[in-house]
């Protein structure tokens, strides 16, 4: 689902300049410590992530992202010794798998391989290549485990870190890059503006009267796809799947009868409900691809984290808070050594015009 506007964007208009050292390496000591700028208004304000809900009003709905993060990396050999890598990105409902794979020369359809193999190079599992994926030239690849795949990711497999942190996973890992409300297992990415909530800020928003309602996305690794076209129209978006539970519906009914305003927690909540307010589907897959001319039927505020430059996260935030803010709350952030992507800090958006 492609929104096309009037104006022809260009990827170079949501480009910036970035120093590497301000590419977040490791979450911050505590989630909450991290910052958090309130860009709602113009000069904006900095903050902490744990005065979030005195940002917030009673009977403001806040809609979390509840998919959890799966260790999706897999290592292994092709039958002639050639390494690969596996990404999972989906487990399908017969038990296959969707994935990503580097390796130097792809294997031929029927191949056995061998994954997670030991020191003596006995394999904990097999993956047999069944084709690609989800046509006959797919850019992703079928596999069917020897075994159950969420059992073998969760034994073998690594956390699937994004590709801009160059340390391997660690056991520090596997907990930070995973919200503290991870229900439904499917993500191959966080939803990282999630990962700064912990238990004593979602006391205090209950504290302060704001709901909590929840959707599943399972985050896949398209997220971290470049957009390659110059012109956004012509770019291809990935897809994802998502479900929008009854009591959530409910409870957005309930906030905007009752005045309230909606604040997703980011992106892939905006896309969640942004897809259900342009379908009605409650449960699905979605491409849909937000760009500025987009018309917010659902969300009215959003927190976020700091995005990759020509990214369609940053089309999104554009489009959400209009372009001109988001480039002159980007700068501003640069300026104040905010630390960025999936570890880094955050940033709370009220709808332009909104």
């Given at each position: 689902m492609s929104i096309s506007t009037p104006h022809t964007w260009r990827t170079t208009d949501f480009d910036f300049e970035l120093p590497p050292e301000l590419i977040a390496q490791h979450p911050a000591p505590e989630r909450s410590a991290s910052r958090l700028l309130d860009g709602r208004r113009w000069p904006p304000i900095d903050l902490i992530f744990r005065q979030l809900p005195e940002l917030l009003q009673p009977g403001d709905l806040m809609v979390f992202n509840d998919t959890q993060v799966i260790k999706a990396r897999l290592f292994g050999v092709k039958p002639t010794g050639g390494r690969l890598?596996?990404?999972v990105e989906r487990v399908l409902p017969d038990g296959?798998?969707?994935?990503?794979?580097?390796?130097?020369?792809?294997?031929?359809v029927g191949t056995e391989l061998r994954m997670a193999p030991d020191a003596h190079g006995t394999p904990a599992f097999t993956a047999t290549l069944l084709g690609r994926w989800p046509e006959a030239d797919g850019p992703l690849f079928r596999l069917r485990f020897s075994g159950d795949p969420y059992t073998l990711m969760q034994?073998?497999?690594h956390v699937p870190l994004p590709p801009y942190i160059q340390h391997p996973d660690s056991a520090d890992d596997e907990q930070r890059y995973q919200t503290v409300f991870a229900k439904h297992p499917g993500a191959v990415a966080a939803p990282t503006a999630a990962l700064h909530f912990d238990e004593a800020v979602l006391a205090a928003l209950d504290a302060r009267g704001v709901r909590r309602a929840a959707v599943t996305l399972h985050v896949g690794a398209g997220t971290f796809q470049p957009v390659k076209v110059d012109d956004i129209a012509q770019h291809r978006m990935h897809s994802e799947w998502y479900r929008i539970p009854p009591e959530t519906l409910a409870a957005l009914e309930q906030t905007r009868r009752q005045g309230g305003r909606i604040v997703?927690?980011?992106t892939t909540t905006v896309r969640t409900l942004e897809s259900?307010?342009?379908t009605g589907q409650t449960e699905g897959d979605t491409d849909i691809f937000i760009t500025p001319g987009f018309s917010f039927r659902v969300v009215d505020g959003l927190i976020t984290n700091f995005h990759l430059p020509r990214s369609t996260l940053m089309m999104l935030v554009s489009a959400f808070a209009g372009y001109e803010r988001i480039m002159a709350l980007y700068r501003h952030a640069v300026q104040q050594r905010y630390r960025f992507f999936s570890y880094g800090d955050a940033m709370l958006l009220r709808r332009e015009g909104g």
């Open positions: 890598e596996v990404l296959e798998v969707v994935a990503h794979m580097k390796v130097s020369k792809k294997p031929a034994r073998y497999g997703a927690v980011g259900w307010a342009a």
